[in-house]
């Protein structure tokens, strides 16, 4: 593919005769004479590499190498002046231009430099690309569900992306705490850096303090060499500590101080080291429990709790039952090379009878061993576990005709969204009947 250099100089017969020499070497070559029109062909065109005068009539050069990187980061950006100067130079260079030469004096160091900024653009652009795959994958549009919970959820965490704040995300087991804390770091100005992950439940004391702060070569037995701990890999970035209820009350101490001052030691090191990583924390305990029970310290808790998400359970977003089902069965159709493209007017219903204890995790198995087992082109309901059916009746008959009454209340009150008048006129029975029944069986 051919490679495309913008020139923007002001001078017209200097910008077409490097232009002319550019293109005999098999570039295309753009021209602008103000770095306003630059920056317009630049939001136009795919440019690799932009060489541009320092003193231009409407902007300085130096200057207009940084807006050029906030632009297009991976685009290349060589100086060029009549009259250099050192500080013109570093500034140009810290505002991320490739290289600053002379004109006149440093013509035959154009070309070369050309081929080496090229090459670094290309690299540059597929890193972009491979860095804004990730972060749309993370954005909170991919985060799925339309009800009242799961969107004051991802209000909080939309809101709370944009700042360096701690963050403490709440729930039950599986209901997305990783994809959330994923996503708030994606959509900050950290998301260029890592999004490290450790879950605290699992590994012992000794080995979490090890993973968390890294240690220095004999520390410990079989500790041969020195180790970069998990904090200082999120440096710049976000560290996200999921269970953060399993940590020993001694590490948490350790913690705190990395929450207070920035600082933290390695195992079997003596000298303090600085980081700055935003922590993200999460868990499925009651922490303030925890903290009566004397496992938790209490002043860790008020750092971690600065700002505090609770994400919702699947039995508490029913009507998302429904889209996260034909996401998964299309994610896992696509894994099997399969045609399923749907699921019978049963299969839906019936899931949402279920009580979801392992909420979306569960409900992601249980989509791909449907997809597995399926023959057909569409999920069927009786694909589903037996076992899976009124689980939340583990203790009742299924039979009994009370038990059949509240999962039809329950079914029709998903249906209709929680609209209680609209339920009792499909099921042809009085508001207030309604109402009884809704207290009778706590629904």
């Known amino acids: 593919?051919?490679?495309?250099?913008?020139?923007?100089?002001d001078e017209k017969k200097l910008c077409g005769l490097l232009a002319r020499i550019i293109e005999l070497e098999g570039y295309k070559a753009l021209q602008a004479y103000t770095g306003k029109e630059g920056l317009k062909i630049?939001?136009?065109?795919?440019?690799?590499?932009?060489?541009?005068?320092?003193?231009?009539?409407?902007?300085n050069g130096v200057d207009l190498v940084k807006q050029i990187k906030e632009k297009r980061p991976y685009v290349e950006v060589i100086c060029l002046t009549a009259y250099g100067t050192i500080q013109d130079g570093v500034l140009a260079m810290k505002n991320g231009a490739f290289d600053y030469i002379t004109k006149g004096d440093d013509n035959d160091k154009i070309l070369p430099l050309l081929a080496k900024a090229t090459e670094k653009a290309n690299l540059q652009y597929k890193l972009y690309q491979i860095e804004n795959k990730v972060i749309s994958q993370h954005s909170f549009e991919g985060i799925i569900g339309t009800s009242k919970a799961i969107k004051e959820a991802v209000n909080l965490a939309r809101k709370v992306s944009a700042t360096d704040t701690t963050v403490l995300l709440l729930g039950e087991t599986g209901t997305g705490k990783e994809v959330f804390a994923q996503s708030i770091h994606y959509n900050s100005n950290?998301?260029?850096?890592?999004?490290?992950?450790?879950?605290?439940?699992?590994?012992?004391?000794?080995?979490?303090?090890?993973?968390?702060?890294?240690?220095r070569a004999g520390a410990f037995t079989g500790a041969m060499k020195d180790k970069k701990g998990l904090v200082e890999e999120a440096d710049g970035g976000t560290l996200f500590l999921d269970e953060i209820g399993e940590m020993?009350?001694?590490?948490?101490?350790?913690?705190?101080?990395?929450?207070?001052?920035?600082?933290?030691?390695?195992?079997?090191?003596?000298?303090?080291?600085?980081?700055?990583?935003?922590?993200?924390?999460?868990?499925n305990r009651g922490l303030q429990e925890e903290i009566t029970k004397g496992r938790f310290r209490e002043d860790l808790f008020y750092r971690l709790s600065v700002f505090t998400i609770n994400l919702p359970s699947l039995n508490e977003r029913k009507e998302d039952i429904a889209p996260l089902a034909a996401y998964y069965l299309k994610e896992y159709s696509d894994k099997t090379n399969r045609n399923i493209t749907g699921f019978d007017h049963n299969f839906i219903a019936r899931l949402e009878t279920f009580n979801w204890k392992g909420n979306i995790r569960e409900l992601k198995n249980l989509i791909e061993r449907a997809v597995i087992l399926c023959d057909g082109d569409i999920l069927t309901s009786d694909l589903l576990p037996a076992d899976h059916l009124i689980q939340d009746e583990s203790s009742a008959n299924v039979f009994e005709m009370a038990t059949v009454e509240k999962n039809h209340i329950r079914k029709i009150l998903n249906y209709t969204k929680g609209n209680k008048t609209e339920a009792a006129r499909l099921m042809n029975i009085g508001l207030t009947t309604l109402y009884r029944k809704i207290e009778e069986y706590q629904l």
């Open 248 to 283: 020993n009350i001694d590490l948490q101490a350790k913690l705190l101080r990395v929450l207070e001052s920035g600082e933290y030691i390695k195992v079997g090191d003596t000298k303090t080291q600085k980081i700055n990583a935003r922590i993200i924390a999460a868990t």
């Open 190 to 215: 950290r998301k260029t850096k890592n999004f490290v992950a450790l879950n605290c439940s699992a590994f012992s004391h000794e080995l979490l303090e090890s993973e968390l702060f890294g240690h």
């Open 42 to 59: 630049l939001a136009a065109e795919n440019v690799q590499v932009v060489l541009s005068d320092v003193k231009l009539p409407d902007i």
């Open 1 to 9: 593919m051919q490679q495309t250099v913008l020139i923007i100089d």
